[in-house]
Every structure is written in structure tokens, then in C-alpha cells.
């Protein structure tokens, strides 16, 4: 399960408790560092990124989540990758035998998408493995919130 540490991504952990725990499946959560390319502030200052800050930060937003599926009698294991979310979130599936890729779209359309583009869709468009798409916007997430308390 891919994560972007946006609730608009954690919507599919639901999906996942359902699927997961009845299947006795084994889950494992992705989050991918996009390396950030340095950016000047002014004349003598640049801003450079530290990847092994960046590093800590997903694995301390993995945790609590894998802890959660845990408690719910679900196998979990957390990965952090680093590099372009598509290409990361594919190979990791690859790599890990992965039977199925799940996560959320923020369900871009027209200038958002051409501006953001879309990891999911390219996600779906580069694997060879089912992917499994929760169509999910910000007023979504809230709404949910409002209603059960959380995502």
C-alpha cells in the first residue's frame, strides 16, 4: 500500500483492514521521499535537503500507522524508498512479490493533473501487477471525518 502522508492517502487503509485481515494477507506500507532539488533564497543562501531527515520523518509516520494495522491482527511491514513515487512504488511492489499495489487518487482532473501529474495513474499505467484505486479527494476525507471520527 502506497502512502503519500496526505489523509487523502490513508482513505484506503479501511479497504486494506477488510481485505487484509479475512485474507490472512500480509501488507506492506510504502511511503516514497522525492528527492527535492536545492532552492535559493536569496544571494548567499541556498536551501538543500537532508535526506536522512526526510528518511526519519516517513519512517515516524509509517510507524503508528503499521502499528494500527498491526492491532487489527494484520502482518504489516513499512518501507521508505527514495527517488520518483511511480517508479519507487512499482519496484517495491516488484521487489517484495507483491500480488497487489493499493492507494488512493487524489482525483486530479484537467490543470491539476497536467500541473501534478498522476502517480497513480502512471502507477497503474507501469505495473504489472493489479492495482487497486480508491478515487479520493480532500472534501472526501472530510466528510468521512465528519460522519465515523476519522478517515
Do not use: W
Not at 494477507?25 to 537532508?50: A, F, G, H, K, Y
Not at 484537467?110 to 507501469?126: I, M, N, P, Q
Not at 472526501?140 to 471520527?149: E, F, L
Amino acid at each position: 500500500m502506497a502512502l503519500d502522508g496526505s489523509e487523502v492517502g490513508e482513505a484506503i487503509m479501511p479497504f486494506i483492514v477488510e481485505i487484509a485481515g479475512p485474507l490472512d494477507l500480509e501488507v506492506m506500507l510504502v511511503r516514497v521521499c522525492e528527492p527535492v532539488p536545492p532552492t535559493v533564497v536569496d544571494s548567499t543562501q541556498v536551501l538543500i535537503e537532508d535526506p536522512e531527515a526526510a528518511r526519519i520523518d516517513a519512517e515516524e509516520y509509517l510507524a503508528p500507522l503499521a502499528v494500527e494495522l498491526r492491532q487489527r491482527g494484520i502482518k504489516v511491514t513499512t518501507q521508505v524508498r527514495r527517488g520518483q513515487p511511480a517508479d519507487e512504488i512499482v519496484k517495491a511492489a516488484h521487489e517484495s512479490n507483491a500480488d497487489l499495489i493499493a492507494m488512493t487518487t487524489h482525483g486530479r482532473s484537467g490543470l491539476g493533473r497536467l500541473l501534478f501529474g498522476s502517480v497513480a495513474e502512471t502507477v497503474l499505467r507501469e505495473s504489472h501487477l493489479p492495482v487497486c484505486l480508491m478515487r479520493m479527494t480532500e472534501a472526501d476525507v472530510a466528510r468521512r471525518v465528519a460522519q465515523k471520527g476519522r478517515p
